[in-house]
């Protein structure tokens, strides 16, 4: 089967696929890294397992294909693109009656299954993903059992019991250097020392834990009695567990809402007029996301191809900078018309229609002018602008060892 595809139409798969999978894992390395520095301090504040860490992130990993699915789609075909410009293949393929149209059937089906993907992404596994998120964020800082017992810190258990430990291993299984305090309504009180600990859970009494003390001592004081000191090699100290807050069922942001929630909410009679606004917006968000990238393979194209007897790599900057700044400009609006400031439709539909107006236009440049450029007048710029950069390296003796460098930016340009 896929030799009956035409060999030009495999030879575009080949040559997109490949830097498309590479900015994929690059884009969400990037944005994984960034946020795993932020989720250790957190987890570690808190007092949490690593473990949690990489959960937290496995939840965040929808939220960030996001992003990178569209950017990894739109540079897997410019680079493609540049890559038969700059070799004159493209010019060859012109030559023998392939139109940019004909060129483009590849990577539109891989737009239209990438859209699908992203879709099915924003619509389903984003808000679900950002539950969990939500609800390992919401343990942490409410303090289950094993995620609030912080080393060389008190930590308070029951509102009885005071702990500090020195050391933990196995992931909080293991505990040494145990120093602990305990009070009981009687006015008892017992302080223990111990060499190592280790909690254990009761089958028939889940709202109680063992904390199993192995080499220490306790003293034991209590009202009007001299205190006693009690050696032991092995003690059980019940501890119950405190009762923790339950976490909210799903649903209560936008974000967490699936397709058909956003759908029945956004749109009914009697729904609050602040939760239709928050609704809607969201709604409008994904969909502008998803349905835009239709158009990335018409603006790859229209970026990819650089002038004349040039192998300026300017239009792979500025694609990068247009779909950031049109992610960032949809996050803007999406958060205006959440607040109620203005509608959806203004909000986030409008810029999309300028945005495909402009793509449109620099496609139709690129396929359909001789000799058009959509960035020309930025390729002069970044051209004049590199030669005075030569210009100053060579007039100023002080930096002339520095020529080389000036060169190969004029060069780049």
Request: with cysteine; glycine share 8%.
């Amino acid at each position: 089967m896929f030799k009956s595809i035409p060999a030009i139409d495999r030879y575009i798969f080949r040559l997109v696929l490949m830097p498309m999978c590479g900015v994929f894992l690059v884009a969400a390395s990037l944005l994984i890294l960034d946020k795993m520095l932020k989720l250790f301090d957190f987890v570690a504040l808190q007092g949490g397992p690593v473990s949690v860490v990489f959960k937290m992130l496995a939840n965040l990993l929808p939220e960030y294909a996001g992003l990178a699915i569209p950017l990894g789609l739109l540079l897997g075909i410019l680079l493609a693109f540049r890559k038969l410009a700059t070799s004159s293949e493209l010019d060859v393929m012109r030559a023998v009656g392939l139109s940019y149209t004909r060129l483009l059937r590849v990577p539109y089906m891989i737009a239209i299954t990438l859209a699908a993907v992203n879709f099915l992404n924003v619509s389903y596994l984003q808000p679900m993903a950002r539950y969990y998120y939500e609800q390992l964020n919401f343990e942490l800082k409410t303090g289950a059992l094993g995620a609030s017992i912080k080393v060389g810190e008190f930590t308070t258990l029951a509102d009885k019991l005071a702990l500090r430990i020195e050391q933990s291993r196995e992931d909080g299984r293991q505990l040494i250097g145990i120093f602990a305090r305990l009070s009981d309504d009687k006015g008892q009180v017992l302080t223990i020392s111990a060499r190592e600990g280790r909690f254990l859970a009761l089958q028939n009494q889940p709202d109680t834990i063992i904390f199993r003390l192995t080499d220490g001592q306790i003293v034991q004081d209590s009202p009007g009695m001299t205190p006693r000191i009690l050696t032991f090699s092995r003690h059980d100290l019940p501890i119950p567990l405190p009762a923790l807050e339950r976490f909210r069922e799903r649903g209560g942001k936008e974000r967490e809402y699936i397709l058909p929630e956003l759908l029945r909410i956004g749109w009914a009679a009697d729904a609050p007029p602040l939760e239709r606004a928050q609704v809607r917006a969201s709604f409008s968000y994904r969909m502008v996301e998803v349905v835009m990238m239709l158009l990335m393979p018409l603006l790859a194209v229209a970026l990819a191809i650089p002038p004349k007897r040039s192998t300026s790599a300017l239009g792979l900057f500025v694609s990068i900078v247009m779909v950031v700044a049109y992610h960032k400009i949809n996050e803007s609006g999406a958060a205006a018309a959440a607040r109620g400031d203005v509608s959806a439709l203004l909000a986030l539909w409008a810029p999309f229609a300028l945005f495909s107006a402009l793509i449109l236009w620099m496609y139709w440049r690129i396929a359909y002018v001789p000799g058009g450029q959509p960035i020309g007048a930025l390729e002069k710029f970044a051209q004049g602008f590199g030669k005075r950069i030569v210009a100053f390296f060579k007039r100023h003796p002080a930096a002339r060892k520095l020529t080389g460098l000036g060169e190969e930016v004029g060069h780049a340009a």
